[in-house]
Structure formats: structure tokens, C-alpha cells
């Protein structure tokens, strides 16, 4: 039997339309983050990124 997946939603990420998304313009990619994801998850602080791998 096989089937195909189809959703019945609009599959996006609506993240992806954030200002700062894939942006280095700010903190100038610190270990290779982009803005929004430093303001996000590291509250705005670039140094915070020092050990994530």
C-alpha cells in the first residue's frame, strides 16, 4: 500500500518572516547565529553564544 502525505495546512514557518531572520547584520553572526535567533533564545545578549555547539 502507499500513499502520498498531504498536509491540510499551509506548511510554513512563520519565525522565518521575523525581522532579524538570517540576518547578521546586528550582532554580525556570532559562532554562525543570526539576529533573530540571539534576541529569541539568548535574549539579545551575542555573548551568551560562546559555548552552544
Keep these: ?30 559562532n554562525g547565529w543570526d539576529d533573530f535567533t540571539i534576541d529569541a533564545a539568548f535574549d539579545g545578549d551575542p555573548d551568551a553564544v560562546w559555548n552552544i555547539d
Design 1 to 30: 500500500m502507499t500513499s502520498s502525505y498531504e498536509p491540510d495546512y499551509e506548511d510554513y514557518n512563520s519565525w522565518e518572516d521575523e525581522e532579524g531572520w538570517g540576518s547578521y547584520e546586528e550582532y554580525g553572526g556570532p
